[in-house]
């Protein structure tokens, strides 16, 4: 689970920005919204996260700073050196001679080789720090990782990688043959010892893919196509996509392979419609839901976190609402998975708490500003919070 970002100097946002989602300790939850940030943990933070603003006030930047930092921690080492990082520092003179960084906190294993009933949790710190020079490519000044053993005390370092070279003084991630590995300026640590079999790092990498994302420097959809025949190579996920459909009640009784083996793709069986309806004549809103379902669903079954931007641009609110209780529900959700998104439809508020609400902002000289609404003291638990924003 992630409960706090940090972002400086990262597109639109030029001072630290800190998102810190842990929920104070007299919050009450009564359904259920807020998970331990492990198991057996008193401290808490949202399954739901949701950005609001205007456009261009940094809400995407946000989800991309997340993207960033998880895209850099398993690909990284497969990228062309000569291609600069997909991200930009804050666009004036004096940023571009400061160094960007991003920083998470997140909750993991102890030590990921032992069995789920011997283990014992963490929490981590991933620091990442790039400098920028706008006629030389970025490289990595300082890439970290800590644990804090069970959330407490101080944190230990597990790793620590200056500009090529790598320590580390932590028992589990032992680096033995590997430590005299030079490692490439525009890679991170733990994508090139993984690469190279390093089995800590390869655990690690494990735990970045669990972050699934529509978004890195800029949005995109997966193609209809692609989405069509992924279904097809999962019964189990069209099964469960079927069961959600009928539940939301979109006027679709299933969604099943084409019986026409020429055309390789799923269609869709409408009430008081004799015939199947092909995936290029169904409505926007719907190929929309069908493409986003797999990146929901990988996190909801595997405990991961589904970042997307602009989830409700196309779908209805109501089935946004409807995604939203998959994330609050213990039964659908049995890994406290989380869903990180921005919002642009404001009555979406209306089914959310302060903890779950990110606010965006744009000052006059093209800062960006994030901030929880819980940090706004006048903000009631019962308020209106749609009549209050709009």
């Known amino acids: ?61 946000v989800l991309r700073a997340l993207s960033f930092l998880a895209w850099f921690a398993r690909d990284s080492v497969t990228l062309n050196p000569d291609i600069p990082l997909p991200y930009e520092p804050f666009k004036d003179a004096a940023s571009w001679q400061q160094p960007t960084r991003l920083c998470v906190h997140f909750t993991g294993p102890t030590d990921p080789s032992l069995e789920a009933a011997d283990q014992q949790y963490s929490v981590y710190e991933y620091e990442l720090m790039l400098s920028n020079d706008p006629n030389s490519p970025h490289q990595v000044l300082r890439e970290t990782l800590r644990r804090q053993p069970e959330g407490r005390g101080r944190f230990h370092r597990v790793f620590e990688r200056q500009g090529s070279t790598i320590q580390s003084s932590d028992s589990w991630f032992r680096i033995g043959a590997f430590e005299s590995v030079t490692l490439r300026k525009t890679a991170s640590a733990i994508s090139t010892l993984a690469q190279l079999g390093h089995q800590p790092s390869l655990k690690l990498r494990e735990v970045s893919q669990r972050v699934l994302t529509n978004i890195l420097s800029e949005r995109f959809e997966p193609r209809d196509e692609d989405a069509s025949r992924y279904y097809l190579s999962n019964p189990q996920l069209l099964e469960r996509v079927n069961r959600e459909i009928e539940r939301i009640d979109l006027g679709i009784r299933s969604v099943k392979p084409n019986s026409d083996n020429a055309k390789d793709e799923v269609v869709f069986m409408h009430q008081g419609l004799g015939m199947p309806m092909r995936w290029s ?21 595997n405990g991961g976190v589904a970042v997307i931007d602009e989830l409700d641009a196309s779908i209805h609110p109501m089935v946004v609402e409807e995604v939203f209780r998959w994330f609050i529900d213990p039964e659908r959700n049995r890994y406290d998975a989380q869903l990180w998104l921005t919002c642009h439809n404001a009555s979406l508020l209306h089914e959310l708490q302060k903890e779950e609400i990110l606010l965006c902002e744009k000052s006059m000289d093209g800062q960006a500003l994030v901030y929880s609404l819980t940090a706004i003291a006048s903000v009631r638990r019962d308020d209106n919070f749609y009549k209050k924003y709009v």
């Open 1 to 61: 689970m992630i409960f706090r970002l940090e972002i400086e100097n990262f597109f639109c946002f030029r001072t630290l920005q800190v998102v810190d989602l842990e929920v104070a300790e007299n919050v009450p939850d009564s359904s259920s919204r807020y998970a331990s940030i492990f198991p057996g943990a008193s401290r808490r933070a949202p399954r739901l996260v949701a950005l609001f603003g205007a456009n261009a006030s940094g809400k995407s930047t």
């Open 281 to 301: 004549g169904e409505s926007h809103g719907t190929r929309a839901l069908l493409r986003y379902f797999p990146l929901i669903d990988y996190a909801l079954e």
